[in-house]
């Protein structure tokens, strides 16, 4: 199937001179939920900023739903709805006055039925006459995903949608977001809280220093990256690793009582018999022992530092 989001070749150098973009290229499947992740700075609101036409790309080609966002800007930008950072809301309208006057600005004739459906499948119909001013900033949220979905986009684009929320609100978020793509959307979301991309994502692409480094189908991230770190809480306090196990992936932490091994979870030999055979050998014994698989975290850490 034919991308929703084709992106070749896109440069971006801001007239600082500074490189923000370096040869991006990336395609958006239908349907998905796509998370790009990367730390302060990495360029996310510049990648998103030039599919949605805020940011002016150097060259390359951007095509949303087939169209071409410097040549065929109007058509492409019907497609895309987007949630910015900030809140930015009009203190003295009425709920569905703002998202109803969002339709309108894209020149799409007023359907009701369509706000009310909108507004009704984020929890706001209850608070439509409600002044923006008097709702919650998770409501204002909310508000925000209703107004950049009032004209009826197919590619919802969520910037930090989670930044600054509580926990309750977030898993919220989360599910609000996964029933938008159920309901048919393809969304974008940029964050730099891992979980939120381990949560949600189909797929998720790392930027860092205005490149790609990473696309992948979560699960095959997680399958192809994670390590599994073993955990030994031990009997007696141990001052430092003995001299013969020193080759092997050891740390101690916690003031010598807990040792981790670290082990690649898809290997057919993880060294753990060997392992405990060699502790016992040398006196160090444990009470207990568990294993933790590494999260998307480490990987992204471990990502990051070594293009760096
Ligand atoms: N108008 C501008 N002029 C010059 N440089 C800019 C401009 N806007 C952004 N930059 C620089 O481009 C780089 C990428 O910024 P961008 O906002 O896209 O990153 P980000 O990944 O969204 O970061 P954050 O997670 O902090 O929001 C940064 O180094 C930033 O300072």
């Excluded at 949605?52 to 071409?68: F, K, M, R, S, W």
């Amino acid at each position: 199937m034919q991308p929703i989001i084709s992106i070749k070749n896109l440069n971006k150098v801001y007239s600082s001179g500074f490189k923000a973009l370096n040869n991006i290229n990336l395609d958006i499947n239908r349907g998905e939920i796509f998370a790009l992740l990367g730390p302060n700075g990495a360029g996310k609101t510049t990648l998103i900023g030039s599919i949605c036409g805020i940011v002016n790309p150097t060259d390359g080609e951007i095509l949303a739903d087939g169209h071409n966002i410097s040549t065929d800007f109007r058509k492409a930008r019907e497609k895309i709805g987007l949630v910015p950072q900030e809140l930015t809301t009009e203190a003295f309208e009425s709920v569905k006055a703002t998202v109803t006057f969002s339709r309108g600005l894209f020149g799409k004739p007023a359907d009701p039925a369509y706000i009310e459906k909108i507004l009704r499948q984020l929890s706001l119909w209850d608070k439509r006459d409600s002044k923006m001013m008097a709702l919650s900033g998770g409501m204002k949220r909310r508000v925000m995903i209703a107004k950049a979905l009032s004209h009826e986009p197919q590619i919802l684009f969520l910037d930090e949608p989670t930044a600054g929320v509580d926990v309750e609100l977030r898993r919220d978020m989360w599910d609000m977001v996964r029933g938008l793509r159920d309901n048919g959307a393809t969304i974008i979301l940029t964050t730099h809280y891992i979980e939120e991309a381990e949560e949600m994502a189909d797929r998720i692409g790392v930027i860092n220093k205005g490149e790609i480094i990473l696309v992948e189908e979560k699960s095959e991230l997680m399958h192809k990256l994670g390590k599994r770190q073993l955990t030994l809480h031990l009997q007696c306090p141990v001052q430092s690793i003995p001299e013969e196990l020193k080759h092997l992936p050891l740390e101690l932490i916690d003031d010598g009582n807990e040792l981790i091994y670290t082990f690649d979870a898809q290997s057919e030999h993880t060294g753990i018999a060997e392992l405990l055979k060699q502790l016992s050998q040398h006196g160090i014994d444990f009470k207990d022992l568990n294993s933790t698989q590494n999260s998307l975290e480490d990987i992204f850490v471990n990502l990051v530092k070594e293009q760096s």
